[in-house]
């Protein structure tokens, strides 16, 4: 019986991931590691399976980019400063978009990991106070795979489009070497590409759809046309990069509840340029620099005057402050509705 | 198809059983304490989608908070700030429920995770089993209120033959005092089986034991009710109307005229009868009376020996002086007057193996039952009875002894309760049924205490009646406190609004938290019920009684105040003759001893004669003559002889 719900799966497996939005809707697909482990043993002589009991890769301890500053264009002020937020705080975020993704190893070919990944993303709308989903959440199941060492044809023979190559050449044409944590580290890296995906195809189809402000977990300037939206409003809650360097960097962290920085330009490498400013939603007393932190984005085609519509931005996020969205770590930074997102997919995803 | 009102859910930690289920559902959903759901399953077993039948006994909600202390941070410890949160958080209802039936009903399986749907009316029958005993052929069914849930009323019945008998049978109802939900029930609940009783199980007949108050005294005068009360009526096939057919008895205030009931309005003294009885009827019952340290084994035997061979004999013994015939307390007091000094003349100490210590003693006991008993027990042996051989089908008997004394109560229920028994062994009762209700079961048969002689009867009732058709409907306000053998042989038992230490008692433990709460807040016209057919407790709303309450009937009905003799007498004539006038009751009675006059009035009533005031009048002796008195023959003065010298 698995197998032959499996085969049917896998058909429409790939008939999802010849469509634009590939990774959606592949629910009902070897939608849990189990089934996706059995699949692969009995399909690929060699595979061997992981024993289990790992914690998903997202949680073991790797190296990541140190923290570190960049000085960043000032886009209102010459010089960054300090600015309070002025007027009440106001409730006219509309909806609330987020993502997650899990990664585990499922089997091993040799030495060379086949990582089970599980992305998704999900609009919570706020209607009348209470968070509802908009539409119906993205969520992709498939297997990465170093396909340059691993049986590339008996793969994707078996997965299809459902399989994905972790070891594409780069523009030089060279490959990843076969280093097991390197292949770890690169097929989370990809299961991230995909939730990203899934979450700017989301963003991008509300912005199209509804045009409301919508709060966006993490920056925005990966898609381009959400990049260019007035409804999209980037919430970057982590700070290995800070955009301030001096005494810019002074300001920033010296910012006091309810108060925002200047506005910025920021273009990281790859991405679309948007506006930016740091604004700090609680107070920091008896905490840490960054505590109540947060690092805004906003297209950077402006609709009126920046500093009326920082402003504005900054009070629509002072006012997503309540409820708490403990206990959640980060309920310092993230709004409820960010949580409300988190939560819904981690309930339906696993 | 209806939308699903919820969906079951289960974990590891708080896995599904065969017996109970988790479900959560829409915050606005109508779900509530005692609400009827049922689970269609997802996956077929042995070629059927399982549907399971559940009662909510529990609920919880609860938000995404850890802790509450971040609700407090996040309102920076203002509670006014939580009208600015722009949203609220996420909350979830979530509700335990009792299975109640699965269908089909083997395998037995846990509940299956599924969708919820609010019971229709149809389920609702499926669920607590009414479709077996409501069948067109074979209805058994009586109503016993209505279940109401989202906007959907469905009539509840219970089944006569687990009500009556011979399944099962009695009926015990809790409940707190004060709020009337008990005489209430039970009054509705007549009502109800006098409607619906099925034909082919014979007929039913209520005696009704009045233990306080007027609460049953106005049994055939109608209430006001509302249209929402007759709705009920319509909806569960009862008619809207009291009792039709209610005969009232009550024992005599110690006047011996007057009755001790508060029912005693001239108004309605149409049915109400005396219950009077003379030593035949006692001495069968005298060991209710009689304390047990006073009657021993040797008092006991002649207490015997006087019930067997002196009763309503013809007497004689060397002793005596004469041949006697104890009918009466007054020919029993003669009997013994005559024996004791026959004894004392001879100096004798035994009487037929009888010590004469012992003989005074019982003398001394059951000489005092008259007066113990007084306005119950008569003097001159006259007899006004409960009708027996020819109970009426429907009909509902109401003795009335909230106003007597301690003794006489007990007397009263003893030996009726023992009369019905007797004539449902020997099917001459007049029905095949009798309803026997009684109050404050605290009292009559505590779960501690000393064994009592009405206790003994209660326990009978309730362990044996069934099978005679005896049945008992019992209240109190403490079932904690009532013997458990006799609650526990009440197949059905209702609860009213309940005191919460009761709750508080093992007895209750079966119950969830939230029914016990809900038990301890149930609003007038709410009952939970248990039948033998309904695997969970059911709650249900009952109409108000179409029987005026014990506390307006007094109102509209004030009891008669007491009367002299004369008014007395009219008041109890004038039942039989309302053309009956006091000057004439003045005339009749005249001069006569108040012992003839009272036996004259016991005569009529016993006698219901269709000419009272000439039955009455005839019963009087004559004292004075109607004939003159014959003159005195006259003695002609004698002639003075002329030639008397000394005369004038």
């Given at each position: 019986?698995?197998?032959?719900?499996?085969a049917e799966?896998l058909?429409?497996?790939?008939?999802i991931a010849?469509?634009?939005?590939?990774?959606t809707g592949?629910?009902?697909?070897?939608?849990s590691a189990?089934?996706a482990?059995?699949?692969?043993?009995?399909a690929i002589?060699g595979?061997?399976?992981?024993t289990?009991?790992?914690?998903?890769?997202?949680?073991?301890?790797?190296?990541?980019?140190?923290?570190?500053?960049?000085?960043a264009e000032?886009?209102?002020d010459?010089?960054?400063?300090a600015?309070?937020v002025t007027g009440?705080?106001v409730?006219?975020?509309?909806?609330?978009?987020d993502?997650?993704?899990?990664s585990?190893?499922?089997?091993?070919?040799?030495?060379?990991?086949?990582v089970?990944g599980?992305?998704?993303?999900?609009?919570r709308?706020?209607?009348?106070?209470?968070l509802?989903?908009w539409?119906?959440?993205s969520i992709?199941?498939?297997?990465y795979a170093p396909?340059?060492?691993?049986?590339r044809?008996?793969?994707?023979?078996?997965l299809?489009?459902?399989?994905?190559?972790?070891t594409?050449?780069a523009?030089?044409g060279t490959i990843?070497?076969?280093?097991p944590?390197?292949l770890?580290?690169?097929?989370t890296?990809?299961v991230s590409?995909?939730?990203?995906?899934?979450?700017l195809?989301?963003a991008e189809q509300?912005?199209a759809s509804?045009?409301?402000?919508i709060?966006?977990d993490g920056g925005?300037?990966a898609n381009?046309?959400?990049a260019?939206?007035?409804?999209?409003?980037?919430v970057?809650?982590?700070h290995?990069?800070l955009y301030?360097?001096?005494?810019a960097?002074s300001?920033v962290?010296?910012?006091?509840r309810g108060?925002r920085?200047?506005?910025?330009?920021?273009?990281p490498?790859g991405?679309?340029?948007?506006?930016?400013w740091y604004?700090?939603?609680r107070d920091?007393?008896?905490?840490d620099a960054?505590w109540?932190?947060?690092?805004?984005?906003?297209?950077?085609?402006?609709?009126?005057e920046?500093?009326?519509?920082?402003?504005?931005?900054?009070?629509?996020?002072?006012a997503e402050?309540?409820?708490?969205?403990?206990?959640?770590?980060?309920w310092?930074?993230m709004a409820?509705?960010?949580r409300s997102?988190?939560?819904?997919?981690?309930a339906?995803t696993? | 198809m209806?939308?699903?009102?919820?969906?079951v859910?289960?974990?590891?930690?708080?896995?599904?059983t065969?017996?109970?289920?988790?479900?959560?559902?829409?915050i606005d959903?109508?779900?509530?304490i005692?609400?009827?759901?049922?689970?269609?399953g997802?996956?077929p077993?042995?070629g059927?989608i399982?549907?399971v039948?559940?009662?909510?006994?529990?609920?919880f909600?609860?938000?995404?908070l850890?802790?509450?202390?971040?609700?407090?941070l996040?309102?920076?410890?203002?509670?006014?700030?939580?009208?600015?949160?722009?949203?609220e958080?996420?909350?979830?209802?979530?509700?335990?429920?009792?299975v109640?039936?699965?269908?089909p009903?083997?395998p037995?399986?846990?509940?299956p995770?599924?969708?919820?749907?609010?019971?229709t009316?149809?389920d609702?029958?499926i669920?607590?089993r009414?479709?077996?005993?409501l069948?067109e052929d074979?209805?058994?069914g009586?109503?016993?209120?209505l279940?109401?849930?989202?906007?959907?009323?469905?009539?509840i019945?219970l089944?006569a033959?687990?009500?009556?008998?011979?399944?099962?049978?009695h009926l015990?109802?809790?409940?707190?005092?004060?709020l009337?939900?008990k005489t209430s029930a039970?009054?509705?609940?007549?009502?109800?089986?006098?409607?619906?009783f099925?034909?082919k199980?014979g007929?039913?007949?209520a005696?009704c034991?009045n233990?306080?108050?007027?609460?049953l005294?106005?049994?055939?005068?109608p209430?006001?009710?509302?249209?929402?009360d007759?709705?009920?009526?319509?909806?569960?096939?009862?008619?809207?109307e009291?009792?039709?057919d209610?005969?009232?008895?009550?024992?005599?205030?110690?006047?011996?005229?007057s009755?001790n009931t508060?029912?005693?309005?001239?108004?309605?003294?149409a049915?109400v009868?005396?219950?009077?009885?003379?030593?035949?009827?006692?001495l069968?019952?005298a060991?209710?009376l009689l304390?047990?340290?006073?009657?021993?084994a040797?008092?006991?035997?002649?207490?015997?020996?006087?019930?067997?061979?002196?009763?309503?004999r013809?007497?004689?013994?060397?002793v005596?002086?004469?041949?006697?015939r104890?009918?009466s307390f007054?020919d029993?007091?003669g009997?013994?007057?005559?024996?004791?000094?026959?004894?004392?003349?001879?100096?004798?100490?035994?009487?037929?193996t009888?010590?004469?210590a012992t003989?005074?003693k019982?003398?001394?006991r059951?000489?005092?039952?008259?007066?113990?008993?007084?306005g119950?027990v008569?003097?001159d042996?006259?007899?006004?009875?409960?009708?027996?051989?020819?109970?009426?089908?429907?009909?509902?008997?109401?003795?009335?002894?909230?106003?007597?004394?301690?003794?006489?109560?007990d007397?009263?229920?003893?030996?009726i309760?023992?009369?019905?028994?007797?004539?449902?062994?020997?099917?001459?009762?007049?029905?095949?049924?009798?309803?026997?209700?009684?109050?404050?079961?605290?009292?009559?048969?505590p779960?501690d205490g000393p064994?009592?002689y009405?206790?003994?009867?209660?326990?009978d009732?309730?362990?044996?009646?069934?099978?005679?058709?005896?049945?008992l409907?019992?209240?109190q306000?403490?079932?904690s406190?009532?013997?458990?053998?006799?609650?526990?042989?009440?197949g059905?038992?209702?609860y009213g609004?309940?005191?919460g230490?009761?709750l508080?008692?093992?007895?209750?433990?079966?119950?969830s938290?939230?029914?016990?709460t809900?038990?301890?807040?149930?609003?007038?016209?709410q009952?939970?019920?248990?039948h033998p057919?309904?695997?969970?407790?059911?709650?249900?709303?009952?109409?108000?009684?179409?029987?005026?309450?014990?506390?307006?009937g007094?109102?509209?009905?004030p009891?008669a105040?007491?009367?002299?003799?004369?008014?007395?007498?009219l008041?109890q004539?004038r039942?039989?003759d309302?053309?009956?006038?006091?000057?004439?009751?003045q005339d009749?009675?005249?001069?006569?001893?108040?012992e003839?006059?009272?036996?004259a009035?016991?005569?009529?009533l016993?006698?219901?004669?269709?000419?009272?005031g000439?039955?009455?009048?005839a019963?009087?002796r004559?004292?004075?003559?109607?004939?003159p008195?014959?003159?005195?023959?006259r003695?002609?003065?004698?002639?003075?002889?002329?030639?008397d010298?000394?005369?004038?």
């Amino acid at each position: 019986m698995d197998g032959v719900r499996s085969a049917e799966g896998l058909t429409e497996d790939r008939a999802i991931a010849a469509d634009p939005g590939a990774l959606t809707g592949a629910v009902g697909t070897l939608r849990s590691a189990h089934a996706a482990q059995r699949h692969l043993l009995r399909a690929i002589p060699g595979v061997r399976a992981a024993t289990g009991g790992e914690s998903p890769l997202e949680r073991q301890p790797r190296d990541t980019e140190l923290p570190h500053v960049i000085d960043a264009e000032g886009a209102e002020d010459a010089t960054l400063r300090a600015r309070p937020v002025t007027g009440p705080p106001v409730a006219a975020i509309r909806a609330f978009l987020d993502g997650t993704q899990r990664s585990e190893v499922i089997g091993w070919y040799g030495a060379v990991p086949l990582v089970y990944g599980t992305a998704g993303a999900v609009v919570r709308e706020r209607v009348e106070r209470r968070l509802v989903t908009w539409g119906r959440p993205s969520i992709s199941h498939r297997i990465y795979a170093p396909l340059a060492y691993a049986p590339r044809a008996a793969l994707e023979g078996a997965l299809g489009a459902m399989v994905e190559d972790t070891t594409r050449p780069a523009p030089d044409g060279t490959i990843a070497p076969p280093h097991p944590t390197l292949l770890l580290e690169r097929a989370t890296l990809a299961v991230s590409r995909d939730r990203e995906r899934l979450e700017l195809a989301l963003a991008e189809q509300w912005c199209a759809s509804r045009g409301e402000p919508i709060m966006i977990d993490g920056g925005i300037g990966a898609n381009e046309a959400v990049a260019r939206s007035s409804c999209a409003v980037g919430v970057v809650k982590s700070h290995r990069t800070l955009y301030a360097e001096g005494d810019a960097l002074s300001v920033v962290l010296g910012l006091a509840r309810g108060e925002r920085s200047s506005v910025i330009r920021v273009a990281p490498r790859g991405r679309s340029e948007v506006l930016s400013w740091y604004l700090r939603l609680r107070d920091t007393a008896g905490r840490d620099a960054l505590w109540g932190l947060v690092r805004v984005e906003m297209s950077a085609n402006v609709p009126t005057e920046i500093t009326a519509r920082a402003d504005e931005l900054s009070r629509w996020l002072l006012a997503e402050s309540a409820p708490l969205a403990a206990p959640d770590p980060r309920w310092d930074r993230m709004a409820y509705g960010i949580r409300s997102a988190e939560e819904f997919l981690r309930a339906t995803t696993g | 198809m209806t939308a699903p009102l919820g969906l079951v859910v289960a974990t590891e930690r708080a896995p599904n059983t065969p017996h109970q289920f988790q479900f959560w559902t829409a915050i606005d959903s109508p779900v509530g304490i005692g609400t009827i759901v049922r689970v269609d399953g997802r996956q077929p077993v042995d070629g059927h989608i399982p549907q399971v039948y559940g009662v909510v006994t529990e609920g919880f909600s609860y938000t995404d908070l850890a802790s509450p202390l971040f609700d407090v941070l996040g309102h920076d410890g203002d509670p006014g700030q939580s009208a600015f949160a722009p949203t609220e958080r996420a909350e979830v209802r979530l509700y335990s429920a009792a299975v109640l039936r699965h269908v089909p009903e083997e395998p037995l399986q846990p509940v299956p995770m599924g969708e919820v749907f609010l019971a229709t009316e149809m389920d609702v029958a499926i669920a607590l089993r009414m479709d077996s005993y409501l069948r067109e052929d074979a209805n058994t069914g009586i109503p016993i209120g209505l279940y109401r849930s989202g906007g959907m009323d469905s009539a509840i019945y219970l089944d006569a033959e687990f009500l009556v008998g011979p399944e099962a049978a009695h009926l015990n109802i809790t409940g707190v005092s004060g709020l009337a939900t008990k005489t209430s029930a039970v009054e509705w609940l007549l009502a109800s089986l006098f409607a619906h009783f099925p034909e082919k199980k014979g007929s039913v007949a209520a005696v009704c034991f009045n233990v306080k108050g007027p609460d049953l005294c106005f049994l055939d005068q109608p209430a006001e009710l509302d249209e929402e009360d007759r709705a009920m009526y319509d909806a569960l096939g009862v008619p809207c109307e009291p009792f039709r057919d209610v005969h009232y008895f009550a024992p005599f205030k110690a006047d011996n005229l007057s009755l001790n009931t508060l029912r005693s309005n001239e108004e309605l003294l149409a049915n109400v009868q005396p219950l009077t009885w003379g030593l035949t009827e006692v001495l069968q019952f005298a060991e209710v009376l009689l304390n047990r340290d006073d009657v021993d084994a040797k008092a006991d035997a002649l207490i015997d020996f006087i019930k067997e061979r002196v009763l309503d004999r013809d007497f004689e013994d060397r002793v005596l002086t004469k041949p006697h015939r104890v009918r009466s307390f007054a020919d029993l007091e003669g009997w013994f007057r005559d024996l004791l000094s026959g004894l004392e003349d001879r100096g004798d100490e035994h009487w037929r193996t009888h010590h004469v210590a012992t003989i005074r003693k019982v003398r001394n006991r059951l000489s005092n039952i008259s007066t113990r008993c007084a306005g119950l027990v008569t003097n001159d042996g006259h007899t006004s009875d409960l009708p027996w051989g020819h109970f009426a089908d429907r009909a509902v008997y109401v003795v009335d002894v909230a106003l007597a004394e301690e003794d006489a109560q007990d007397l009263i229920f003893a030996r009726i309760v023992s009369k019905l028994r007797e004539h449902l062994e020997r099917r001459d009762l007049g029905v095949t049924h009798v309803v026997v209700f009684v109050d404050e079961l605290n009292k009559y048969a505590p779960a501690d205490g000393p064994e009592t002689y009405v206790r003994k009867m209660l326990l009978d009732i309730a362990e044996r009646g069934r099978y005679l058709g005896l049945v008992l409907f019992s209240a109190q306000q403490f079932r904690s406190q009532v013997h458990r053998r006799v609650v526990g042989n009440a197949g059905t038992a209702l609860y009213g609004r309940m005191d919460g230490d009761e709750l508080a008692t093992p007895g209750y433990a079966v119950l969830s938290a939230a029914t016990r709460t809900k038990l301890a807040t149930l609003s007038k016209g709410q009952l939970m019920v248990r039948h033998p057919h309904f695997t969970q407790p059911i709650f249900v709303s009952f109409p108000r009684p179409a029987m005026m309450r014990g506390r307006d009937g007094v109102e509209r009905y004030p009891q008669a105040a007491d009367v002299p003799r004369d008014v007395g007498v009219l008041r109890q004539l004038r039942r039989f003759d309302p053309s009956l006038t006091l000057a004439w009751v003045q005339d009749v009675i005249g001069f006569y001893e108040d012992e003839d006059v009272l036996r004259a009035l016991h005569a009529t009533l016993a006698h219901a004669p269709d000419n009272a005031g000439a039955y009455f009048k005839a019963q009087f002796r004559k004292i004075v003559s109607a004939s003159p008195a014959p003159a005195p023959a006259r003695t002609p003065l004698r002639v003075l002889p002329d030639d008397d010298p000394y005369a004038i």
